[in-house]
Each structure stands twice: as C-alpha cells, then as structure tokens.
C-alpha cells in the first residue's frame, strides 16, 4: 500500500513541475510578443510605413508568425524567434524612419 501512495506523491508531483513549465515558458513568450507589438507601434509612430516599409512589414509579418505559432501551434520556441525578428526589423524600422515622433 506504500508503495502505491509514493508513486501516486511522485506522479502528481511530476505533473504539477511539468506544468509550471510549460506555463512559464507560455507567458514568456506572451511577454516576449507584447515586446513586439510595443517596438512595431513605436515604429509605426515614427512613420516606418512609409520611409521604411520594407522593415515594418517584415516586423508585421514576424509578429503575425510569432502569435500563430505560439497560440495557435503551440510552438513556443519558435514563436520567441519569430518575435525576436519582428523586435529586430521594427527597431531598423524605427531607425531608419527616424527614430520616432518628433
């Protein structure tokens, strides 16, 4: 009967440790999108559209990658690599509009 009340303990705790993984690297993510949104409005605000429209749209693309891939997949590594290329090209955006509203 021990035995059976151990491997019972040890499985839920196992379960209960996955969990808290996975959920961790869920909002990890979350928080890692939410920073790309952030960087593409602040391109957005300093006119990428239209002085650098190749960057914002790529940032815009990677950002829509990011969230289908996160969300939707369930793919959580690749949605942070996706949302790091958007974070990468909004900032060229940024840049290369001129560095924000003035």
Do not use: H
Request: neutral net charge.
């Amino acid at each position: 009967m021990k035995t059976f009340w151990a491997r019972t303990v040890l499985l839920i705790g196992c379960a209960a440790l996955l969990a808290s993984c996975s959920s961790q690297r869920y909002f990890s993510t979350s928080n890692r999108i939410a920073e790309c949104t952030e960087a593409l409005a602040k391109a957005k605000a300093a006119g990428a559209e239209t002085k650098a429209p190749m960057d914002y749209y790529m940032a815009q693309e990677y950002l829509a990658y990011a969230d289908m891939e996160s969300k939707q997949m369930g793919d959580n590594e690749q949605g942070q690599v996706f949302a790091e290329k958007c974070k990468e090209y909004s900032a060229a955006a940024t840049q290369k509009a001129g560095g924000g509203a003035k």
